[in-house]
């Protein structure tokens, strides 16, 4: 029974990870097969666009296109005209605004997403949480508090897709030597997968706030 229940288990440690990797995989399949029905039915039904997947070849040649047509004259007027029209509507305006700073963030080269992992006291002193360096807070939130400070994002775990914003001075953010790629492994599983970079950082860090004596 002992060797049956270790078999049992070695089977589900090779099995889950796969079984989800599949399963996403076919969600985002399916999901951009769905684009195919921008075609006429008359070009859908022919072959090969009855292929599984095929959706997501014409998914990334539309994204292509609307890149390529974005960044000439006519394509870039195009754009503000769409955006000022979007802006009009009362609903749709702040849900496409909201995104469209999270896109512009997350996918512009300029963008400050998650710059690089660090270490912050969270959520009190002397307990340490990952975190990721977002960027700069603006000068809204930095005058009324005065300094240099960064915006820092703490994910939970295992979902990091939820977490806690915290707006921090430079001198208590600890550097970490690893890739963001690395922390959010990291963070996703729940601290088994351990970061195989070099030990964090400190230089001008190094007088941070001692654990509090309460």
Do not use: C
């Amino acid at each position: 029974m002992p060797n049956l229940k270790k078999y049992f288990v070695t089977g589900l440690l090779i099995l889950v990870p796969l079984g989800i990797t599949l399963w996403v995989l076919n969600l985002i399949v399916t999901t951009m097969d769905q684009t195919l029905l921008l075609l006429p039915p008359s070009v859908r039904n022919d072959f090969p666009f009855n292929i599984p997947g095929t959706g997501v070849i014409l998914t990334l040649a539309i994204v292509l296109v609307v890149g390529v047509l974005a960044h000439n004259f006519i394509g870039r007027h195009l754009v503000l005209w769409w955006e000022a029209l979007l802006r009009r509507i009362p609903v749709v305006s702040s849900i496409y605004t909201s995104v469209k700073q999270v896109s512009d963030t997350l996918f512009s080269p300029s963008g400050q997403a998650f710059r690089k992992a660090v270490l912050v006291q969270f959520p009190r002193d002397g307990a340490w949480s990952v975190a990721f360096v977002v960027g700069d807070p603006g000068e809204a939130l930095k005058r009324p508090l005065g300094g240099d400070l960064q915006t820092v994002y703490v994910p939970t775990a295992p979902n990091p897709t939820s977490g806690y914003i915290l707006i921090l001075p430079p001198d208590q953010i600890v550097d970490l030597h690893i890739s963001v790629d690395d922390a959010l492994k990291f963070v996703v599983s729940m601290g088994v997968v351990t970061p195989n970079g070099k030990n964090p950082t400190i230089k001008a860090n190094a007088d941070l706030p001692a654990p509090s004596s309460n």
